[in-house]
């Protein structure tokens, strides 16, 4: 009797062991972490676009730039290393269209179209020490060009009204000009034709000043270009000029400012 007494409560005390070491067991298993996500870089974090945005799929943006630079001399001669400029005025002067249509969320396609117009007048002295050689020089460019782009918007932070933006551009330009050359007993004249394509990226960024009308600037941050020059003198001689730059270098002098609709 003493020996099935104690054999049963032995078998309570094993069972009741038993189930604690279990519990124990399943409770170690709940509480082992999950494997954490590696966190992504800037473009998983950007916040998403809102369908009634104006960078959503499917909206058309378009604009407008003018560019005018306009310089003249005042009375006294202008001292410059090989001589003096007496009198100058001149004027550079841009005016471009552009559109673009939304392919997907924050990403367009479009391109420029513009002309440029440039005039120089200048009264001038070299070597004024040496051979006093006085010259009249006036020179004036016509340019077009076409510029496809691919403008891609980073919403970086949750606003409707501020974006940065990147746009990658090809441009391809024909323009052609004229210098005349005056020193008092002969006058020669210079005509040239150049065919220019560059390659570039423009950063900037994007103010909603209204529901659909934007602010955008951008500078230049990287240059690749080709040029061919063929050169006319006095309509005999004939030559052709090829020059390659790379371009590295940011101007914050030479911004690019528009005018953009969103529609």
């Known amino acids: 009797m003493r020996l099935a007494f104690l054999g ?74 090989i001589g003096d400029v007496y009198e100058a005025e001149g004027y550079m002067f841009t005016v471009q269209a552009f559109g673009g249509y939304f392919i997907k969320d924050a990403l367009a396609v479009g391109a420029h179209l513009g002309y440029s117009r440039t005039w120089l007048d200048i009264d001038f002295s070299l070597l004024e020490d040496l051979a006093d050689v006085k010259q009249h020089r006036k020179y004036v460019s016509n340019g077009f060009f076409v510029q496809p782009f691919l403008k891609n918007y980073l919403k970086v932070m949750d606003s409707k009204s501020l ?67 063929d050169v006319e003198e006095n309509g005999e001689s004939h030559s052709r000029l090829v020059y390659n730059i790379v371009n590295f270098t940011i101007n914050l002098l030479a911004l690019d400012f528009s005018l953009v609709y969103f529609f």
């Open 163 to 229: 974006y940065f933006f990147n746009e990658t551009s090809i441009l391809v330009q024909y323009s052609y000009g004229m210098s005349q050359t005056d020193d008092g007993e002969e006058m020669d004249k210079t005509r040239n034709k150049t065919w220019t394509i560059k390659a570039g990226l423009n950063p900037g960024i994007c103010i909603m000043v209204l529901s659909r009308f934007a602010f955008e600037t951008s500078v230049g941050l990287l240059g690749l270009s080709t040029s061919v020059v």
């Open 8 to 81: 049963m409560v032995l078998l309570v005390v094993g069972s009741t062991a038993f189930g604690q070491t279990a519990g124990v067991a399943d409770s170690v298993k709940v509480s082992v972490p999950a494997e954490e996500k590696p966190s992504g870089g800037l473009l998983d974090e950007l916040y998403p676009v809102h369908p009634d945005e104006a960078i959503a799929a499917g909206h058309i943006q378009g604009g407008a730039t003018l560019s005018l630079i306009q310089a003249n001399t005042e009375d006294d001669a202008l001292n410059v290393i």
